[in-house]
């Protein structure tokens, strides 16, 4: 099991640019959730999916953001365009859909905008 | 989703147990305690969960009050390896096929294991 892969590990930018983050999530998971983590509000959900289906996406921040999953075990996260606002640890995470099932994190992208 | 407190830092000495506690007066009847941490630069990390009995795993120990209105994380052999953010998170137990089963996070408590 190679556990959640988020891709890439790092990413700088300039304001203004396309950023994609990705995520593969664990084989058989089919929920799957966005975190985003900065030290003055720490860990914030963006947006979750069961199924393929978008659930919760008040996390969201604004437009400027997109999630999709374009199959089962693989989603998206776009900035279009980013901000300097935007630089943070993006995390996603995934589950199974069932009781209380634990939630499995890669270990993350850090995004710099400049 | 009810809401927890948590000191904001403690240290223990390596090789004793660390006892992190956590406060959720508010919990309610069909709401489960988790406990994640997270390691600097890493991913947060699934240790236990429970409702109102104990729990134990091979990573730790979770000590749920009978009014369940706060608990106690226990590692039991502390080692730097363990300093981490704990959060405690409290969670609507999800039905299957529901669509509950998101964890909303707090700021945690920094345990730092001292050698």
């Known amino acids: 099991d190679a556990g959640v892969i988020q891709s890439p590990r790092h990413e700088v930018t300039e304001m203004g640019q396309e950023v994609t983050l990705r995520c593969k999530l664990i084989?058989?998971?089919?929920?799957l959730f966005w975190y985003r983590q900065t030290m003055m509000r720490g860990l914030e959900l963006l947006i979750y999916?069961?199924?393929?289906?978008?659930?919760?996406d008040s996390g969201m921040p604004e437009d400027r953001f997109s999630a999709k999953m374009p199959n089962a075990s693989f989603s998206t996260l776009k900035i279009q365009p980013s901000e300097p606002r935007d630089s943070a640890v993006y995390f996603c995470?995934?589950?199974?859909?069932?009781?209380?099932?634990?939630?499995?994190f890669g270990n993350g992208t850090r995004l710099t905008v400049t | 989703d009810a809401k927890t407190t948590q000191p904001p830092s403690m240290d223990c000495a390596e090789g004793r147990a660390a006892n992190l506690p956590c406060n959720h007066s508010?919990?309610?009847?069909?709401?489960?305690v988790y406990w994640y941490r997270q390691i600097h630069s890493q991913g947060p990390q699934y240790i236990i969960h429970?409702?109102?009995n104990n729990e134990t795993n091979e990573m730790a120990s979770l000590i749920i009050t009978e009014d369940r209105k706060s608990s106690t994380l226990i590692l039991p052999h502390a080692t730097l390896r363990d300093t981490a953010v704990y959060y405690c998170?409290?969670?609507?137990?999800?039905?299957?096929?529901?669509?509950?089963?998101?964890?909303?996070f707090g700021t945690g408590t920094l345990l730092a294991v001292q050698p």
């Open positions: 429970g409702l109102k």
């Open positions: 508010t919990i309610s009847g069909n709401e489960y």
């Open positions: 084989s058989g998971h089919n929920s």
């Open positions: 995470a995934s589950s199974l859909r069932d009781r209380n099932s634990p939630l499995h």
């Open positions: 998170i409290v969670r609507v137990a999800g039905s299957y096929g529901g669509a509950t089963n998101k964890l909303i």
């Open positions: 999916f069961n199924n393929n289906v978008p659930i919760d």
